[in-house]
């Protein structure tokens, strides 16, 4: 399965191809200054899955737009989350689990 021929309709993901062999995964949530609520830490274990599917990519790059890279954990859904006596399952590969990840590649 390739990443490149997928449809990729991200909504808080653009995601590029600089080269052959590498993918640019750039965070875009610019009015939250990038940080991360449950949708977008889905979002980014799905690209990261293809990712890894994907032979023909050796590299991934991930950035953010706007003045910050990310701010971590959305802390406006966390906290609504904790009153509502939600358990947080954000993915643990998501990107506040990327230094977790077992990824296959760098």
Known sequence: MSLRSRPLN???FN???PDD????VTLN???KLNCIDLPTSR???KIWELFDQDESLWVGIITGTGRAFCTGADL???????KAGVVNDM???GL??????????P
């Open 10 to 12: 991200f909504k808080h």
């Open 15 to 17: 995601v590029s191809f």
């Open 21 to 24: 062999k590498i993918v640019q």
């Open 29 to 31: 949530r610019t009015e």
């Open 43 to 45: 979002e980014i274990q």
């Open 76 to 82: 406006q859904e966390w906290n609504a989350m904790n």
């Open 91 to 93: 993915a643990a590969p």
């Open 96 to 105: 506040a689990g990327l230094p977790r990840r077992s990824g296959k590649k």
